[in-house]
């Protein structure tokens, strides 16, 4: 009765699917002793250094790294002279050494995305230790993207769209839908804290779909209000093309003292029957870092109150260590973020084991 319930309210028309009453009445919260194990599990307090420079005029950013036949695949996205963000594709043989190949979603010439397209991987094996491979859909590989149509560093409005690929290692153009964008601000169900823009997503895919639907959309957004805070809610899918937004508000969200406050890119692991989200703060305590919360349901999350993952503490990372995508890999965790310091904005990576003496650092 209730999935048959949550999906009736779905298809009816566009408004929120809200959260199962019985759900929220549990809201089972995470022991602290199972948060500080997820702690000491993840942490990376070696820092590696700059693994994907910024050449001239260029902001690298939001790093996803993924596993495709014998090599080590990453997203990231780089925005040349402040025009827009494209996103780009790097390869590697051991995580540590990058080689830069080209572009995989560009602008074009008309559109609502003609001017910022920032991809990130979906539907990657979410599972802790795992083997980092991309699951297809349709016969497809997919991701979603931040679309937009302005030139300039992430100009207000920006909306979600999803493109495909059948060859995830090429450098050649993804195909996107017809469909998107998949969500945006003006659509009849978005919610208050997406009521500007909506940012970085990470879908999963629920294989005992205990929502009624395969396909979860985690991603922030930023209110109307004018205050520029930032949350991360939820959205459904059974074919990745029609999304439906999932619980009447945000999921994520910290304030501090600062009136702007930000918690997004969020990136979701299973350890067990725990499910964490790494994703990244700003402004409710200071600078910009990264930090996690653990969930038994996929709604009701507790939130990691202890040290940061990663904050800036070396030259590169000064100013913000940011935006984090988290892997483990024959027992090393690999922490990928986005540095912005004396090298600008650029991908950098931390780790559980000193693999750099010379370079890395402990904090």
């Not at 990231?76 to 590697?92: I, P, Q, R």
């Not at 993207?145 to 050649?172: C, H, N």
Request: with cysteine.
């Amino acid at each position: 009765m209730l999935l048959a319930g949550l999906q009736a309210i779905a298809e009816s028309g566009r408004q929120v699917i809200p959260f199962p009453a019985e759900l929220m009445e549990r809201k089972a919260m995470v022991p602290q002793e199972e948060m500080e194990r997820v702690y000491e599990e993840v942490k990376t307090p070696y820092k590696y250094g700059i693994i994907i420079p910024a050449g001239d005029g260029e902001l690298i950013d939001c790093p996803n790294v993924f596993r495709y036949k014998d090599k080590w695949y990453m997203m990231f996205v780089v925005n040349k002279d402040k025009v827009g963000y494209e996103t780009h594709l790097a390869c590697s043989e051991d995580l540590l050494n990058w080689k830069r190949l080209g572009r995989i979603l560009s602008f074009r010439e008309e559109g609502w995305d003609k001017w910022q397209v920032d991809g990130g991987v979906a539907l990657m094996d979410y599972n802790w230790g795992g083997s980092a491979s991309l699951e297809t859909f349709d016969d497809k590989y997919w991701m979603t993207y931040i679309g937009g149509e302005k030139q300039g560093y992430e100009p207000d409005p920006l909306s979600i769209g999803v493109a495909w690929t059948s060859e995830p290692d090429q450098v050649s153009e993804w195909n996107r839908l017809e469909e998107n964008p998949v969500l945006h601000n003006r659509q009849p169900d978005v919610r208050s804290f997406e009521e500007l823009t909506l940012y970085k997503s990470h879908v999963i895919r629920d294989p005992e779909e205990r929502f009624g639907y395969p396909f979860i959309m985690y991603y922030n957004g930023k209110d109307g209000a004018g205050s520029g805070n930032e949350a991360i809610g939820m959205a459904l899918s059974k074919d990745m093309r029609t999304w439906h937004r999932f619980g009447e508000n945000w999921i994520i969200y910290n304030k501090g003292e600062s009136r702007w406050s930000i918690s997004g890119d969020p990136q979701i692991v299973r350890m067990g029957n725990l499910w964490v989200m790494f994703y990244f703060g700003a402004f409710w305590k200071p600078d910009a870092f990264d930090t996690f919360a653990c969930s038994y349901d996929l709604v009701n999350w507790t939130k990691w109150e202890g040290p940061h993952l990663i904050e800036p503490s070396e030259p590169w990372d000064k100013q913000f260590a940011h935006k984090p995508w988290v892997i483990k890999h024959e027992d090393v965790v690999y922490h990928f973020y986005c540095a912005v310091g004396e090298q600008g904005r650029a991908i950098a990576l931390a780790t559980s084991r000193n693999l750099s003496p010379s370079n890395a650092s402990g904090q």
